[in-house]
């Protein structure tokens, strides 16, 4: 079943007399075009697409073939009223369309308007194998990355010159275009060291603290010295497809409590890796996981009564449903592509911080990031 008709299967199991999309990631989903565009998907007639900008190119890549010029959001609402969906239930992402798009929609059509998010949500949530193979590339292109970090770290460098290499070799590798995420202003990677390792910058945890007021996120000016620890937490973009992938590192000859712990959550992070996860509820593997940090529980995936999720859905964007929280019933899928992301956040200490991207098979689970480990014994 192809994607449009998807869509069109969930329409009518919600009794949506029509979708418009606004957002480019749920647009190039359904059309594929990331070309300025408005999508307009009826569950009853073929769908249209409105193409603002670059329209020859737009009409070349969508496989949709009712392709028309948008001059503006009144020829939208004219082939809404001439298909008369006007009084029907019209589906947009709230999530995502401005307030004065909202506004002009619900003054010009009698319509009850819904938010459809969730249902592109669950749709995005299963990859294809087109996609898959997509963020096998991106993959690879992190995977890249994390080597030349390892590469480059040493003492009397500062966390801005070791994300300069990095980001240059993401963009060598083909990631060239910013990780996609609608819920951040931007999405600078995790790149920190020492005490900005359990120091807030934009995030209550492990965020790295920036540069600047303007930015507090990310690398620094601080210069790494020895016996430092180094966390890299990377997301590459690749054929608008995403990889996320972390790796601790230590400055110099580690410590035996940084090698205990290291042990501990690259071992809670196989232990998610080596078993099937498809039918298994969300929550238990979260409260498996947390088990294995033994006395460090406290400290596991934040402190201080705040806690992050132990990983999230990839996709088109960075963070996608579902999200790996302790009391979720809802059960893994075949098709489902997680960032698993197992840590210890210490304050005064430092941090243990590892992620993988990982694809649910029926029968096995398939590690696309695989960057190595160190063999402390």
């Known amino acids: ?196 390792l359990y120091t807030p910058g934009d995030y209550p945890i492990l965020s790295g603290v920036g540069a600047t007021n303007a930015t507090p996120r990310s690398a620094s000016n601080r210069v790494l010295k020895d016996g430092d620890i180094f966390v890299l937490d990377f997301a590459t973009n690749v054929e608008g497809y995403h990889a996320d992938h972390a790796r601790t590192y230590f400055i110099g000859k580690p410590t035996e409590k940084f090698m205990k712990l290291y042990n501990t959550v690259r071992d809670a992070l196989k232990h998610i890796e080596n078993q099937v996860l498809v039918g298994k509820e969300i929550g238990t593997l979260f409260k498996e996981v947390k088990q294995k940090m033994g006395d460090y529980q406290d400290f596991f995936q934040g402190f201080n009564g705040y806690r992050q999720g132990l990983g999230h859905g990839v996709g088109l964007e960075l963070d996608e449903p579902p999200g790996i929280v302790e009391h979720s019933k809802e059960k893994f899928q075949e098709g489902m592509v997680i960032a698993f992301e197992p840590k210890l956040i210490i304050p005064g200490w430092g941090a243990i911080d590892f992620e993988d991207t990982v694809h649910l098979r029926s029968n096995s689970t398939e590690v696309l990031t695989n960057s190595p480990f160190e063999d402390f014994i």
């Open 1 to 196: 079943m192809n994607r449009l008709a998807k869509i069109k299967t969930e329409m009518e199991k919600q009794q949506i007399d029509c979708i418009i999309l606004f957002g480019s990631r749920n647009i190039y989903y359904a059309s594929n075009t990331a070309q300025f565009s408005i999508c307009l998907i009826p569950l009853d007639s073929d769908p249209r697409i409105f193409i603002k900008r670059n329209f020859e190119r737009g009409k070349n890549e969508t496989w949709i073939e009712d392709v028309v010029q948008l001059r503006s959001t009144k020829d939208l609402i004219e082939e809404i009223k001439a298909r008369k969906l006007d009084r029907g239930k019209l589906g947009i992402e709230m999530n995502f369309v401005r307030v004065n798009q909202y506004l002009k929609l619900k003054k010009a059509l009698n319509a009850e308007f819904i938010d459809i998010n969730p249902l592109f949500s669950r749709l995005r949530m299963i990859k294809d194998a087109k996609e898959i193979e997509s963020m096998k590339k991106s993959a690879k292109a992190v995977v890249n990355v994390q080597r030349i970090c390892r590469e480059t770290l040493r003492p009397g460098i500062t966390e801005l010159e070791v994300a300069a290499e990095v980001a240059r070799e993401a963009k060598l590798n083909g990631s060239w275009y910013p990780a996609t995420n609608l819920y951040w202003d931007a999405n600078g990677f995790v790149l920190a060291s020492g005490e900005n």
